[in-house]
């Protein structure tokens, strides 16, 4: 949603549902952990008044702890939070499952795999940033697909049925790669608000990953 136009939220929601997609994605900043502010809580509550789909909400916040409640609180479906900010990892994720809601664990670019393995068994979504985080409209880093692909034969090897998710600079020439890497849900933000017909960019997207999933 950051992609989106903050002038005419309810259109852009209905245009992402006519072209059905699965869920929103809100990021969520404080211009602390990233540089950039972004919308508080107000919005993750507009959104569920004017709209069925389920809400992703990524915090890109020093403290989840402090605000995690509140989102849950607003109306979020799945909520992410980053290894990297200023928390006990553990406790908020216990916290956010225990309010019943999914929750996620994020990564950035540099971070390695390997300090996000103990975690994993408490999680519902592994959050690969494939830009670094803070902007829209970034290049995606090639390299985190690695990160990707051991995301993926580690819930193999360990029977463990997180999703993972690729966040930043998907395209329709990005999501091809992402998907072989093992990634199965993708953030779209420029590449899908950012054409005129929304309905026509998630379907080349879609039909992008459907060719990679059968073997293309
Ligand atoms: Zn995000």
């Known amino acids: 949603m950051l992609a989106a136009n903050f002038a005419n939220l309810e259109a852009d929601v209905r245009k992402a ?3 059905g997609v ?24 507009t959104l569920k008044r004017i709209t069925q789909l389920p809400l992703d909400v990524h915090l890109m916040i ?36 225990d309010m019943g809601c999914k929750c996620g664990l994020a990564i950035n670019p540099l971070t390695l795999f390997q300090n996000a393995t103990s975690l994993l068994k ?31 034969a580690y819930a193999e090897q360990h029977g463990l049925p997180y999703d993972i998710q690729v966040d930043g600079g998907l395209t329709s020439e990005t999501i091809g790669p992402s998907v072989a890497a093992g990634a199965n849900v993708i953030v779209a933000g420029t590449s899908v608000f950012g054409q005129k017909d929304v309905t026509a960019a998630v379907k080349l997207l879609r039909n992008r990953a459907a060719e990679v999933s059968a073997g293309g």
């Open 62 to 97: 020093q403290q989840p702890d402090r605000y995690a409640r509140t989102f849950i609180e607003a109306g979020a479906d799945t909520l992410t939070v980053h290894l990297e900010a200023y928390h006990d990892v553990k406790r908020t994720l216990g916290l956010i499952r």
């Open 122 to 152: 408490r999680v519902d979504l592994l959050l690969c940033m494939t830009v670094n985080p803070g902007f829209g409209g970034q290049p995606f880093i090639i390299e985190v697909l690695e990160k990707v692909r051991l995301a993926r």
């Open 22 to 45: 699965d869920c929103l994605h809100v990021d969520i900043m404080d211009g602390h952990f990233v540089p950039n502010l972004s919308f508080g809580p107000e919005i993750v509550a």
């Open 17 to 19: 549902e006519a072209a």
